[in-house]
């Protein structure tokens, strides 16, 4: 049926879309990349929740594929080893019919010769939609995303932020809890290294949270009450009244003896043991980023208790990761909230 | 005060929805194996009362669900801001059934080819009817209903509002000229 | 030569006591009379009425990376970027390649330097054999071929013990020991990118506290009170080693310290960029370290400004924050940050400001200049206050152009630099 040209591109879409889209409520992510969460705001978050819980269902059905980014292309940049954020990445994006390839840069493009900037701009050079980085250096993600035009997704820097798994975690305790508003939340384990920590203080807070950290001083960053948290340095005092208990991993062999001297000795004294954990509410529930070390940051008897939610974690991953591709790469090139109709 | 014309009262809406639950009971030789998927999101109010009237005259609850087109789309890179996504939900068997799907508007029959990708990525239905309230022409997609309220010509300059008591507050159907349509979505602020 | 005269300027030398208008000739390349109304039968007259004359300033803290680097910088274009800076002599640390433990190195720096025709170049010499923290140089040697001074900067010198031989055994020859303040254990040898803080608290990298300044500081200050020898300490950052320092001075300890423009400007703030240009070491501090700096700088504390120029090739820092090298290049922007942050701004006057930048580097090298006396060597900056400019990286006579100060716009520039009684760089208005 012929049409004129000026038909078409004074078309809204075409009228039936316009009025379908008036019928619905229409969101965006502010910027075309998620570096941290730092840089949302509640309402964003809260969009990426919203969208995530839609995603579940996806994973319960037989045919777990839709074709939402279809034809779309998406990189993964591991520069430091990951199983488990990769390989959900990856389902993510194949249960949205997208295209994704996961590279494994090692650090040493220093040893290569290569600059940072250039290895990145010859994967640009394939037009990829969407990045995902992790890296060991904090901002390596925010250097990526001023000189690609791709969106990039920040799947950890270093001890900066892992902003997936900050949501992740939020919706994992909306789910449980219902409202995250004035939730006693606890952090605790080696707070200094941890993205998890930093990114999870970001949002809770953010969501009207109160965040309370717990760690040994060794593992305990300088002034750290600055990003708007209350800090122990025994777990007990943490966990009175504690809602929601996060336990992160420690990896003694990162600082050699020097900070802390041995796993028996922090599962004494920082460990969720049963006996610990009755110190926070009745309905309080578990989590932990993963991989677990049993019998070291938690007791295996609360990781497999009832309060344990850790598995729910892992899908919601999926979901989350999902939802954040699909929000990203689902509408084209970087846009101007703003200026759209 | 833009230009609207009513093209459909309540009345006229409730008379066109009992025909409409009639005719998929008649084509269909019964209520057996038959489902009504609305698509979101003037469709599932559609969809329940179709439910309500069957109910009504032959005393059986048709298996209701809804389905969500928005990650179906075709045309979502060219859309921004994202569509939000809603629930789609379907608590019972596909394979099997015949399964009927409502909308309020067909147009282009885009929005029909997405929701029986949709509703096919769920399991295998026997076959697959579509039901209408307002069929106003400008296919771009081999897409026809085999149950319609009402046979709207219009030209590509007009609109079709299909509203519901339980979403818009009254049921009626409008139709008005484009570019008064966009500026009443504006001033609404959406 | 000719003679030159330097005419209408504002003169001052503190050496001498001297802030008046006046006139100054040089002939043969030395200062022949500094007066008022002087005249000259030639045409060599240059007007710098509205300017300061100043001794020539020295930055006694540069690397020009020559020896074996030249890729990120020369002595030719270090030395062509210090004239174009306001400095009429520079202090090159040793960690060249090879690194300057050898006399033949000194020899070869100050012949590129003579060869180059810019500003004349003083050679640091290292404190141990290659750096390496175990056995002294030859530092007998190294002063008898040109050095001015010792050092192992990039690092402390490794042990109590070999500080103390140094600053002993340089007795013999009346040059300090220039010691990099760090102690390596608390920075994870380098790998800590930025101060620690609340900024490397929020960011997640690892950090340096002042405290890793603050020690090595309180070690030498110990051992040169116990030696007698001459200490100073480089590119001083922390407000706890400030008062450390202020203290011993007070007692007498023969100690003497130098700051740069970025730790007087900048704080760990600015870090929250990712801008490699923000990475150097010592790292940008807290606001708190930033004022003390300022207040040493004019209670006499820090004896001299100096850039701690560091070149490094554009590809070297575009590396992620923790892999990139530590510094930025200061040569052609230190003058103008002083006079805009620390002269217009009220905490320095215009005499403090020609102390740290000339009479005071050039008594801590035992130079015999830093005036503007009768027969010295005719060697002079001239300041005009009132220009205004951008930083213009694209302008800069260095290879390299690490600085985070590009585009800033800054009030009081250097217009003219004299070494030996030649202009050897003249502003282009």
Known sequence: MPKTKEVETNRPGDAGDLTWRTQQQAASLKSKDLLGIEQLDAGEIQLILDTAHHFKEISERSIKKVPTLRGKSIINLFFEPSTRTRMSFEIAAKRLSADIQSISASTSSLVKGETFVDTVRNIEAMYPDLLVIRHACPGAAHVLAETCNAGVINAGDGAHEHPTQALLDALTIRDHKGSIENLRVVIFGDIAHSRVARSNIHCLLKLGANVVVAAPPTFMPCNIEALGVEAFDRLEPALEGADVIVALRIQLERGGKISFPSPREYFNLFGLSRDKLALAKNDAIVMHPGPMNRGVEIASEVADGPQSVILDQVSNGLAVRMAVLYLLAGSGPAKNVETAA | ?190 | ?429
């Open chain 3, 1 to 429: 030569m000719s003679k030159l005269l330097l005419k209408g300027g504002r003169v001052i030398d503190p050496a001498q006591g001297i802030d008046e208008t006046a006139d100054v000739i040089i002939d043969g390349g030395l200062i022949e009379s500094v007066d008022s109304d002087l005249n000259i039968n030639e045409s060599n007259v240059l007007d710098v009425s509205g300017c300061i004359v100043a001794p020539g300033f020295i930055d006694m803290h540069v690397h020009l990376r020559e020896p074996g680097q030249e890729y990120k910088e020369t002595i030719q274009t270090g030395t062509a970027a210090a004239a174009a800076g306001g400095f009429t002599g520079v202090a090159c640390m040793p960690n060249t390649s090879p690194v300057n433990d050898h006399r033949a190195v000194t020899e070869l720096i100050i012949e590129r330097a003579d060869e180059a025709g810019s500003v004349p170049v003083y050679p640091i010499g290292c404190v141990s054999v290659g750096q390496q923290g175990e056995a002294l140089a030859e530092i007998g040697q190294l002063v008898e071929g040109g050095c001015v001074a010792v050092s192992d900067d990039g690092v402390p010198v490794a042990t109590a013990e070999l500080m103390r031989r140094a600053l002993e055994y340089t007795r013999m020859f009346d040059i300090p020991v220039i010691e990099h303040c760090e102690d390596l254990s608390l920075t994870q040898n380098q790998k800590a990118p930025m101060n620690e803080g609340s900024v490397s608290t929020a960011l997640g990298f690892k950090g340096h506290p002042t405290a890793a300044e603050d020690i090595i500081v309180a070690r030498d200050l110990v051992l040169a009170e116990l030696t007698g020898g001459s200490l100073h300490c480089a590119h001083i950052s922390s407000a706890g080693a400030l008062r450390m320092i202020r203290d011993a001075k007070a007692r007498g300890v023969s100690v003497t310290c130098e700051a740069t423009p970025h730790h007087f400007i900048l704080t760990d703030e600015e870090v929250r960029t990712f801008d490699t240009n923000t990475k150097m070491n010592p790292p940008l501090r807290s606001k708190a370290d930033v004022d003390a700096v300022i207040e040493a700088l004019v209670d006499g504390t820090i004896d001299a400004i100096v850039t701690d120029h560091a070149p490094h090739h554009a590809d070297e820092k575009a590396f992620e924050f923790d892999l990139a090298p530590f510094g930025i290049v200061g040569l052609e922007t230190a003058v103008p940050l002083a006079c805009d942050r620390l002269l217009h701004r009220g905490h320095v006057t215009l005499k403090r400001l020609v102390e740290l930048f000339s009479t005071n580097p050039a008594r801590i090298l035992r130079l015999g200049a830093g005036t503007l006396s009768e027969g010295t060597v005719a060697n002079v900056t001239v300041l005009d206050l009132d220009r205004t400019a951008t930083v213009d990286v694209s302008a800069f006579s260095s290879k390299s152009y690490n600085t985070p100060f590009d585009g800033w716009e800054l009030k009081g520039w250097p217009v003219l630099t004299i070494v030996a009684g030649k202009v050897v760089w003249k502003a282009t208005t």
């Open chain 2, 1 to 190: 005060m833009p230009e609207k014309t009513i093209i459909m009262d309540t009345r006229e809406i409730d008379r066109a929805l009992s025909r409409i639950a009639h005719e998929i009971v008649e084509r269909n030789h019964g209520t057996n194996n038959l489902a009504l998927v609305g698509i979101r999101t003037r469709g599932v109010p559609l969809a329940e009362a179709l439910q309500d009237k069957i109910k009504e005259f032959e005393g059986v609850q048709i298996p209701t669900g809804s389905v969500d087109i928005t990650l179906y789309r075709d045309d979502l890179s060219r859309i921004a801001p994202n569509p939000l996504i809603q629930a789609t939900e379907l608590d019972f068997e596909i394979e099997t059934k015949v399964v009927v799907l409502v909308d309020d508007v067909l147009f282009t029959g885009r929005t029909i080819r997405a929701a029986l990708d949709a509703v096919i990525d769920y399991g295998r239905p026997r076959a697959i009817e579509l039901a209408v309230l307002i069929d106003r022409g400008h296919r771009e997609f081999p897409i026809r209903a085999d149950f319609v309220g009402k046979n709207v010509p219009t030209s590509l300059r007009e609109v079709i509002k299909v509203q519901c008591r339980e979403i818009d507050g009254e049921d009626s159907v409008l139709m008005m000229e484009v570019d008064d349509f966009v500026s009443q979505y504006e001033d609404q602020g959406k």
